[in-house]
């Protein structure tokens, strides 16, 4: 049995959640709503403000669905009641970061300013030069945003400048040193 399919979810107060025909879930809380089509083969019931997930049999499909559907139907909960956000910064000398309305401008080095418009849900905020937060109530869409963001300067091993997130940590690589 999955550990963490079997676990059941509790609806939190302020929050109105509903399974449509085909595990259509839309979940509805104080930051907005969220809607998403689960695998049709798993059994979502939800009674007295708990949602439990159950997989029809011990196949190898359903068993890898299983944790799946309960996780993404927590995190949709999370984000409506929460929110989430990633928080990056930008290492290097000349390297900063500016925002005008939706439009998020990046000095990367490069011979042109790195240009990115915040997409539908989600919100950038520069604090300083050097640190961006990304902000939504998708998950995913967070997620992907701050990769996205990340992919324009990633972080290099020898002097550790570009764009990481607050908690990575980069690996340090010694340089090379000249012969004597």
Known sequence: MS?????PITIPAGVEVKIGEGNLVTVKGPKGTLERKLSADMNIAMENGVITVSRPSDLKKFRALHG???TLINNMIIGVTNGYEKVLEINGVGYRA???GKKLT???GYSHPVEMEDPDGITTEVEGTNKITVKGIDKEKVGQFA????????????????IKYADEHIRRKVGKTGKK
């Open 3 to 7: 550990r963490i399919g079997k676990q």
């Open 68 to 70: 799946l559907t309960r």
């Open 98 to 100: 500016a925002k005008s």
């Open 106 to 108: 990046l000095t990367l």
């Open 147 to 162: 990769a996205e963001i990340r992919t324009k300067r990633p972080p290099e091993p020898y002097k550790g400048k570009g």
